[in-house]
């Protein structure tokens, strides 16, 4: 236990980097020290929160020197929401430093030096602010009904107006909504009384069909809850479809925590994305920023340069963008995603779009790839949740030894570790990190792996 250095003590440090989290870090006699909102090249006073033995967490107290990057945040929640971590700092620079965010999770997981240059320059959003296509907010009613956040890492609810990185049409369908508990006394959960009915709202909206989806996620059902409905989509007629979820404790899905009960219009909303319609079910996958996931998937089809004769795997498919978007380029493909409601979207959608070289396997992909083992697939794409691949799943793919892998990710780390593995038998070519959340300390990248000859692999 380090005894220079105790709680509640004010020290003066220099901040060094960015961490992981988007934390500044700075050195105090060789100790890491992680301060939230403080940023690279500043000369701060901080308070110590927590000590460990590898590094000591700190509160920002006063900038003496500041960073030429630094911005006025523009949310008024900003530092209590935790949603973002990343407003302090000019969007431009922000680009900058998830670049090197990644970098850093290379110089930590993978066991030799990755060439700088290997990891190009963060793909920005050509408008940053208002692009989350998605809510997925609790409800609380204490003295009156709120929409908000947890604080992070704690339970702390911070209610909150209109988030100015969530969609427009977000904002404005969840004051109605609350406008409308209100006048027909459906109310929020009341955790001090463990009493009310909505837990949770998810809102979903597709700003190029112009349709919306609103689930109720509810704690108790309410017998009002089909008057106001009524009342909702008259005076909100973007909404086309509305569920309501019974929760039930599950803390994978603490949203869908059950099977969605259709309230009212269409089972799906559609999206587009290069000129593709999806067809989404209210608990289906899809990315969150739907022109950053336009990038994200053409950097993957144009890293795979595909031939029309190749078999490709879309493995985590979701309901398969990246099968629509590579499907014209090679002979066949196998979306493989685990989520039924996923599955059935991406076969309807596919379906809908005239792509007939896709099949769509509902399985595990572990599971799958055994059952493929006699067919010879030339490219894998990968999109894993945050947990990464992991080592049961390489040894598979290293069974498999595709000639290319793609792999998307939304976390350097688990990505760094799996490269790590992977890169005993395939060369890195380049990693693309890409902001598909602007203002949060989220990075989402795309790699391109090339299988190395039999002679350059290690054993
Ligand atoms: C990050 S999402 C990516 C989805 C899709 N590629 C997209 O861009 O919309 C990861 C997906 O992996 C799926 N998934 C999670 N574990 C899985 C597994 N073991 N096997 C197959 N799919 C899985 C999830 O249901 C989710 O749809």
Same mark, same amino acid.
């Given at each position: ?93 922000? $680009? #900058? =430093?998830?670049?090197? &965010? /990644?970098? %850093?999770? @290379? ?124 009342? $909702? #989509? =008259?005076?909100?007629? &973007? /909404?086309? %479809?509305? @569920? ?31 000129g593709y319609t999806f067809d989404l079910k209210p608990d289906a996958f899809f990315q969150l920023n739907t022109p950053q996931a336009h990038k994200f998937y053409l950097k993957m089809k144009e890293l795979a340069r595909l031939k029309k004769s ?58 799958? $790839? ?90």
């Amino acid at each position: 236990m380090n005894t220079f250095i105790k709680e509640n003590e004010v020290i003066q440090i220099e901040i060094r980097k960015t961490g992981i989290n988007g934390e500044g870090i700075g050195y105090y006699k060789k100790l890491a020290i992680f301060v939230d909102y403080a940023l690279p090249n500043e000369t701060v006073d901080v308070m110590i929160t927590r000590v460990y033995d590898n590094r000591a967490m700190a509160k920002l107290v006063k900038i003496h020197k500041k960073s030429e990057f630094r911005a006025t945040p523009f949310c008024p929640v900003y530092e209590q929401c935790g949603g973002c971590q990343f407003q302090h700092i000019t969007y431009e620079q922000s $680009l #900058i =430093e998830k670049r090197e &965010m /990644i970098l %850093s999770s @290379f110089d930590r997981y993978i066991s030799f030096k990755v060439p700088r240059e290997l990891v190009k320059d963060t793909i920005g959003a050509d408008d940053p602010k208002n692009y989350r296509n998605k809510a997925s907010l609790p409800v609380q009613s204490k003295k009156r009904n709120e929409i908000g956040m947890y604080q992070a890492n704690s339970h702390k609810f911070i209610a909150i107006d209109a988030c100015p990185v969530q969609d427009k049409n977000i904002n404005r369908i969840l004051k109605t909504i609350l406008d409308l508990m209100n006048t027909y006394k459906v109310d929020g959960f009341d955790p001090k009384f463990n009493k009310g009915y909505i837990k949770s709202l998810v809102v979903r909206v597709s700003e190029d069909t112009k349709e919306a989806q609103v689930s109720f996620i509810l704690f108790n059902d309410s017998k009002f809850l089909d008057r106001m409905v009524k009342k $909702l #989509i =008259e005076v909100e007629p &973007m /909404i086309k %479809s509305v @569920f309501k979820v019974l929760s039930k404790p599950n803390k994978k899905n603490p949203f869908f925590s059950d099977a969605p009960i259709k309230l009212y219009g269409k089972d799906t909303i559609q999206a587009k994305l290069d000129g593709y319609t999806f067809d989404l079910k209210p608990d289906a996958f899809f990315q969150l920023n739907t022109p950053q996931a336009h990038k994200f998937y053409l950097k993957m089809k144009e890293l795979a340069r595909l031939k029309k004769s190749e078999v490709a795997i879309d493995a985590y498919a979701g309901v398969a963008p990246v099968s629509h978007y590579i499907a014209k380029d090679c002979k066949h493909v196998y979306a493989i995603e685990l989520d039924e409601s996923s599955c059935i979207s991406a076969k309807k959608s596919l379906n809908e779009n005239g792509i007939d070289n896709v099949t769509v396997l509902h399985s595990d992909f572990n599971r799958a $790839l055994s059952g493929l083992k006699e067919k010879e697939i030339d490219v894998m794409f990968f999109d894993p949740p945050r947990t990464g691949l992991g080592t049961e799943t390489i040894k598979l793919i290293l069974e498999s030894k595709p000639k290319r892998i793609i792999y998307g990710s939304c976390n350097p780390s688990t990505l760094a570790k799996d490269l790590n593995v992977l890169l005993d038998h395939y060369f890195l070519e380049e990693t693309s990190p890409l902001d598909m959340f602007p203002y949060t300390s989220l990075v989402e990248s795309v790699s391109l792996l090339t299988l190395k000859p039999v002679e350059n692999t290690i054993n």
